[in-house]
């Protein structure tokens, strides 16, 4: 691949911009962002830096010309954020916190005396006929359960 040769108009660019990198004046031809380029050029090469005073003067435009922040938990946001927040906790507890009423409460069966001797008889070595009363009492509460949960016994 070749290159190709520079225009007229090209030729004069690049005098203008080597001559204003010379300090030479340039001529009118130079384009602007030529100029303002060989400008950060020639300061950076001469380590100058703007007065504490031309900075904040610049800060103080940038500022001013630039538009208001906006804040992202603005009450404009916030309100709408805090009603949608509000209506899911409302429909969570609407579908999933029902209490149940006295009609839908299962009433599990009571151990009976035997059982009750049963435990204390197991507490000085009688094991035997607690394993007995509990088998039977596991046998209603199992029934009771699967009344209430299968709709069956």
Request: hydrophobic share 45%.
């Amino acid at each position: 691949m070749s290159e190709k040769e520079a225009s007229a108009e090209e030729q004069r660019e690049a005098e203008a911009l080597a001559a204003e990198l010379d300090g030479r004046t340039p001529p009118s031809v130079a384009p602007a962002d030529a100029l303002e380029t060989a400008a950060l050029l020639k300061a950076g090469q001469a380590g100058m830096a703007l007065s504490p005073e031309r900075s904040e003067a610049l800060l103080e435009q940038v500022l001013d010309s630039a538009p208001p922040r906006s804040s992202w938990l603005g009450i404009g946001r916030l309100l709408p954020m805090a009603a949608a927040l509000a209506a899911v906790v409302l429909l969570i507890l609407v579908f999933t916190g029902k209490t149940p009423g006295p009609e839908t409460v299962l009433a599990l069966p009571r151990p009976g005396p035997e059982l009750l001797q049963a435990q204390a008889a197991a507490t000085a070595g009688d094991i035997g006929k607690l394993r007995a009363e509990m088998h039977s009492y596991r046998r209603e509460l199992y029934a009771a359960l699967a009344l209430r949960y299968r709709g069956r016994p």
